[in-house]
């Protein structure tokens, strides 16, 4: 992670540019990724079925607010063990459940 407020800055237009589109603003970017029938795992495809999709719309908001956040961490001038324990735990979830859910080639396990 970036430690200078000017690099911290870059990181996050990039976040924030990388979630341009319909989809991240009204909340389906994951639904609609779980209805790609190519990257979709057997977990993806029972989840999509079975969750409801106002869980959908709340996980891709969350993910901005998360992607956001992960940006200006480095820069928070006070409680630096707190936010980096959080962001180690957010990671943690955020790529265990992309792993969970879809199949990203030779990003994903197995």
Sequence with gaps: MPRHPATARGHLLVQLLAQVGETWHD?????????????VT????????????????ALTRGTLVFEVGDAVRPALPVLR??????????????????????????????
């Design 27 to 39: 909340g389906t970017a994951i639904h609609y990724v779980l209805w790609q029938e190519r990257i």
């Design 42 to 57: 057997s977990f993806g495809l029972w989840a999509r079925e079975h969750l409801p999709f106002a869980l959908w719309k």
């Design 81 to 110: 063990h707190w936010a980096r324990g959080l962001a180690i735990v957010g990671l943690t979830a955020f790529h265990g459940g992309i792993a969970l859910l879809i199949n990203l080639g030779i990003f994903s396990p197995g």
